[in-house]
């Protein structure tokens, strides 16, 4: 994989390659969208689903879930796409063999789950279908109507957002976990406030 302009940054353990700001960016957007992402997919779910209520409120959660969910995609098909053609640092070189394996396939296990859900939705949709947001215009259509099917969808995107959210977990665990127990900086490659400088 291709790594072009990695910077470099001097740390108390030397020299060691950080994310570039194009990385940390698309990074730290997403994580931004996806903590309220799921907190209103919850919310709107237990509203509709379990009160019952289908309001102006409801459909205005609805429609910020699913405007969410495009962008997610979108972003995270762009932050892929840079990611193969401008690569990423070397793994942080104090690190166990073991733990750059987990690691990666974590990262990618995340990017898969990133792509898959929000398509999972969109295709869910598409199909039942309920394409509009916010009252004011429709999301192409990427499938044909099919409302049984549509519910087979939310089905495995509900089941997707809950292992997103399990990588997430151990992903922030991991981290969390170099920062303060390993003392080194794999948190800092992402995040400059957190790196060990001389």
Known sequence: M???????V???SGAIEVYTPAARAFHWI???????QIPVGLYMTYRG????????TTNNLYSAHKLGGVIILLLVIARLAYRLT???????PTIEPWQRVVSEINHWALYGLLLLVPILGYLGVSMFPALNLFGLFDLPALAAPDKKMSETLFEFHKLGAWALLGLI???IGAALYHYFIRKDNVLGRMLSSALRKP
Request: hydrophobic share 50%; aromatic share 2%.
């Open 2 to 8: 291709p790594r072009t302009n990695i910077p470099t």
């Open 10 to 12: 001097e740390t108390t």
């Open 30 to 36: 997403v994580v931004a969208l996806i903590a309220i």
């Open 49 to 56: 689903g379990a009160l019952n209520i289908w309001d102006a």
């Open 86 to 92: 401008a690569g990423a640092p070397h793994p942080e």
């Open 169 to 171: 977990a151990m992903h």
